[in-house]
C-alpha cells in the first residue's frame, strides 16, 4: 500500500502564499513522477504541477506560472508546492499525485486525499 498525506493548505487573502507538502510512505520501488493537481467546485480535477524523480523536469498549468514552484526532497519522498501571489481563482481542493512501481512490471498512480485551499478577502 502507498500513502500520500498531504498537509499545508488553509486560507489566505488574495496575493499571499502558502506552501502545500506531501510525503509519500509504503512499499514502492521507485517514484517516477510526484505532482499537483487540483479540483474547484463544479469543475473537473486539472493539472497544476508535476516533477520527475530521475532527472527533476517539471511541468506546469499555464494558469500558475510564474507564480508557483514545484520541488522535491527525493531523499524523504516528499513534493512541495510553493504557491505565491494568490488568486481567488486559485481556490480548490488540491490532491497529491504519484506514479510509482511497487514490482518490476507495474507503474501505478496514487492519490492523497486532498488538502483545501480557499483565497479570500
Known amino acids: 500500500q502507498v500513502q500520500l498525506v498531504e498537509s499545508g493548505g488553509g486560507l489566505v487573502q488574495p496575493g499571499g502564499s502558502l506552501r502545500l507538502s506531501c510525503a509519500l510512505s509504503?512499499?514502492?520501488?521507485?517514484?517516477?513522477?510526484m505532482g499537483w493537481y487540483r479540483q474547484a467546485r463544479g469543475k473537473q480535477r486539472e493539472l497544476v504541477a508535476t516533477i520527475t524523480s530521475a532527472t527533476s523536469t517539471t511541468n506546469y498549468a499555464d494558469s500558475i506560472k510564474g507564480r508557483f514552484t514545484i520541488s522535491a526532497d527525493n531523499a524523504k519522498n516528499t513534493v512541495y508546492l510553493q504557491m505565491n501571489n494568490l488568486k481567488p481563482g486559485d481556490t480548490a481542493d488540491y490532491y497529491c499525485?504519484?506514479?510509482?512501481?511497487?514490482?518490476?512490471?507495474?507503474?501505478?498512480?496514487?492519490w492523497g486525499q486532498g488538502t483545501q485551499v480557499t483565497v479570500s478577502s
Open positions: 499525485y504519484a506514479e510509482v512501481s511497487r514490482t518490476r512490471d507495474s507503474r501505478e498512480d496514487w
Open positions: 509504503g512499499s514502492i520501488l521507485n517514484i517516477y513522477t
